[in-house]
């Protein structure tokens, strides 16, 4: 079955710290994958996207970067955290014509 | 570029009345259209698309939205909102590469 598997569901983390967020699919190849962030109050701000390994777009700079190390793994990091990195990150597979599929999210906490 | 606008921050709506969603979206030809939806600390669920034919599409949880070309619109519809569907919702816009812009979402408060 095709599902989308995002973790840790919740972490804290001090200013200056680093982070890693992992995204994974199964059940498809070379999908495109995007990683989201809410703000409370705020809508979806598209972060990252990638189409294929290896293949990164920023839409907005920040103190995040993201990598597509194999197919079916997206992940976050930061080298060091920051207050406003604080929010709930949300990855997302592409399924086309199917609209989006979401993971279940990881709420930050920057303290 | 497209883009959408959900012109309602926050809906507050008794149990078991109807609940009506806008959505407006800009985009140059003809869009895919999404509604999803957000329970708190959740990911999104896909609530209904349009893609063409019938402009009048249902969904899950007895949702449906009506495409509107003349008006830009594609606005989400439930004639008696149950306690359960306090939510965010979000209205989405796509083209052909599938790449989907969001609104900046409803906030739907459900009242005993």
């Known amino acids: 079955s095709q599902t989308i598997h995002q973790w840790p569901a919740t972490l804290v983390q001090p200013v200056g710290s680093p982070l890693s967020l992992e995204c994974t699919v199964e059940g498809t190849s070379n999908p495109n994958l995007y990683w989201y962030r809410q703000a409370a109050g705020r809508g979806l701000q598209l972060l990252f996207y990638?189409?294929?390994?290896?293949?990164i777009s920023s839409e907005v700079p920040q103190n995040l970067s993201a990598s597509r190390p194999q197919d079916r793994q997206f992940i976050l990091s930061s080298k060091k955290l920051l207050l406003s990195d604080s929010g709930f990150y949300l990855c997302a597979w592409d399924r086309g014509p199917y609209g989006y599929t979401f993971g279940s999210g990881t709420r930050l906490t920057v303290v | 570029a497209q883009s959408v606008t959900q012109p309602d921050i926050h809906i507050t709506v008794s149990e078991g009345a109807s609940l009506e969603l806008r959505c407006n979206y800009s985009?140059?030809?003809?869009?895919?259209l999404f509604w999803y939806v957000q329970s708190p600390g959740q990911g999104l669920q896909l609530l209904l698309k349009y893609f063409s034919g019938d402009t009048l599409v249902q969904g899950i949880k007895g949702f449906e939205a009506e495409f509107k070309r003349s008006q830009s619109s594609f606005n989400l519809r439930k004639p008696s909102v149950h306690w359960s569907d306090a939510a965010e919702y979000f209205c989405a816009v796509g083209g052909n590469d599938y790449k989907l812009s969001f609104g900046a979402g409803t906030t739907v408060t459900v009242r005993a």
């Open positions: 990638s189409v294929g390994i290896g293949q």
């Open positions: 985009y140059g030809a003809t869009p895919y």
